[in-house]
């Protein structure tokens, strides 16, 4: 399966702006059983499935609505036919350093000021490169690829820069 990013659109079927039953119910049966969190008090939800190891975070912050959709990447020694997707790059197997010069290519500004967590604003879409467990590392000790992606609002990232 293909889980394609649409920034700032989401993570097909799930869009940014549904609201938490309306993601709940545009997920196909295949995905699983899915798993909600509704947090009342803090005004916030999440949806999570498991796709053959790599798994989808719908969130909801501050609202009703989904504000972001998260997927990280399966872990340590396992493999998944789930293939994330940007613009035709897998997020979890390409090369971080190569996945966002290809990035830059596109004409994507992209922000490594905070090496852990490089966004591309433009796109409101977020990585994470850190993990405890062990993979392989570039030179700069970081894991060669991304273990999170995150598609939000196109304002999503815009705290960075205030």
């Known amino acids: 399966m293909d889980l394609i990013l649409d920034p700032p659109r989401g993570v097909a079927p799930i869009l940014l702006g549904m609201t938490l039953d309306e993601a709940l119910a545009a997920v196909p049966r295949a995905w699983g059983e899915p798993r909600a969190l509704r947090r009342p008090s803090r005004n916030s939800a999440k949806a999570s499935w498991t796709l053959d190891h790599v798994g989808v975070h719908a969130l909801v912050e501050g609202g009703t609505r989904v ?4 997927l990280w990447w399966p872990g340590e020694s396992r493999t998944s036919r789930t293939r994330v997707l940007l613009d035709g790059d897998e997020v979890f197997t390409t090369p971080a350093r190569e996945l966002f010069a290809r990035a830059g290519d596109r004409g994507w ?9 490089p966004v591309i604003p433009g796109m409101s879409l977020g990585f994470t490169r850190q993990t405890s467990q062990e993979v392989e590392r570039d030179t700069d000790g970081l894991p060669r690829c991304v273990t999170s992606v995150l598609v939000g609002a196109e304002d999503y990232y815009d705290h960075r820069y205030e």
């Open 67 to 70: 504000t972001a959709i998260e």
């Open 109 to 117: 500004r992209v922000d490594t000021s905070q090496p852990e967590y």
